[in-house]
């Protein structure tokens, strides 16, 4: 079967499916992934999971989960007032990019509408210094006061209408990259699994409620309770008005998390898939809590030893989330070649008594200099 990722990523972020109603997507990724699992599950919460049977089973069976939310950002009618509707958000969505946005009101029907405030002739002047709070913005859906009534009721959700944009180069802008640019490395990472054998199961996990509190992890990997996991989720890319020390370059490589939420065991045998095969690679310090599904995974049962991997974004939290394709390749291939790589030694590599061995001290910085393969893409 061919495999598109470009179109794949096109499909997942054009969809719309905030938290808590994320149904839609998950139809979606269950059609996708069917020609590369063998058997579906899916939590009370409706975190959707994968099964890809091990090629070569080892005894006792061992699983792995790969993890990356599926929900996104949006907004939800709190009330309307003249056939105007006004907002609440949903989760995070930045109330500074959203004045002028096109969106879709999911009433009755779907309803396209625009994101409007006061124009700023009529404002005052300290208010034109700020940027409209969700109290002062309004959806106009161009219909008459009560055909709005009729068609539209509070709480009815509301999604940014933004296509996702080719840019130069592999980069490519949308809404909702955050995180479904990480559901598609986790098929981009099933697909590169059907040219290799694995002695481990893996449970490919999309993942719901992630913007509302790591909900759907939770309960994911206490139903899962997979022996190991591997998060994934959208970290931030250099661009103007970020620290350095906060970001990371576009392009780079897929970010590999390094602290307390991760394994470090876990954690040197990763890098050195990714230095075997030569898999472009930044390393992500993260001195504590990192915010993302890893976070909920790794304290699930009696606790998961645990990764994260990042594609790195700009305009986080926007219809504009902005990436480079090739983070998203590396991330499913460095998943495909490090599963491949499992055997039933793994878990014992894992204890953490004794010295830690680590040869990849000196791996402690960002990367931006490894050879990889789809450089020349």
């Not at 905030?18 to 998950?26: D, K, L, T, W």
């Not at 009101?105 to 124009?119: D, E, F, T």
């Not at 840019?167 to 995180?179: S, T, V, Y």
């Not at 878990?347 to 450089?375: Q, V, Y």
Request: negative net charge.
């Amino acid at each position: 079967m061919t495999f598109n990722l470009k179109t794949h990523l096109k499909t997942l972020v054009e969809a719309h499916a905030p938290s808590g109603y994320e149904a839609p997507i998950s139809n979606l990724i269950q059609a996708s992934w069917q020609p590369f699992v063998d058997t579906f599950d899916q939590d009370k919460l409706g975190s959707l999971i994968g099964i890809k049977h091990a090629t070569r089973p080892i005894a006792p069976r061992r699983k792995i989960m790969l993890a990356a939310h599926m929900d996104e950002i949006g907004l939800m009618v709190r009330e309307i007032v003249d056939g105007f509707i006004y907002v609440q958000r949903v989760a995070g969505l930045d109330n500074r990019v959203m004045l002028a946005q096109p969106v879709i009101v999911h009433g009755k029907q779907p309803l396209p509408g625009i994101v409007a405030a006061a124009p700023p002739h009529l404002l005052t002047e300290n208010d034109r210094k700020q940027y409209p709070s969700y109290e002062a913005l309004v959806i106009d859906v161009g219909l008459p006061a009560d055909e709005v009534e009729s068609l539209v009721s509070i709480g009815n959700l509301i999604t940014p209408d933004a296509p996702m944009l080719e840019l130069a180069g592999k980069r490519f802008a949308a809404k909702a990259m955050d995180d479904r640019c990480c559901v598609a490395a986790v098929t981009y990472c099933l697909v590169e699994l059907q040219k290799m054998q694995h002695s481990w199961d893996v449970y490919a996990t999309a993942t719901v409620q992630e913007e509302t509190g790591l909900i759907g992890a939770k309960t994911a990997a206490h139903h899962i309770n997979p022996d190991i996991a591997i998060a994934l989720d959208v970290t931030f890319a250099a661009q103007p008005g970020i620290s350095s020390d906060d970001a990371l370059e576009m392009g780079g490589g897929v970010a590999i998390a390094l602290g307390p939420n991760i394994h470090p065991k876990l954690y040197d045998k990763i890098i050195k898939v990714a230095k075997h095969y030569e898999i472009k690679y930044q390393i992500e310090p993260i001195p504590g809590a990192s915010g993302t599904d890893a976070w909920a995974i790794q304290v699930a049962q009696s606790g998961i030893p645990t990764a994260l991997f990042g594609v790195p974004i700009r305009n986080m939290h926007s219809p504009v989330e902005t990436l480079d394709m090739r983070d998203v390749e590396r991330a499913g291939r460095l998943m495909a070649h490090f599963i491949a790589a499992l055997d039933a030694d793994f878990m014992d590599s894992l204890a953490l008594d004794g010295e830690d061995k680590n040869d990849s001290d000196s791996d402690n910085n960002h990367h931006d200099n490894n050879k990889d393969e789809s450089d020349s893409d």
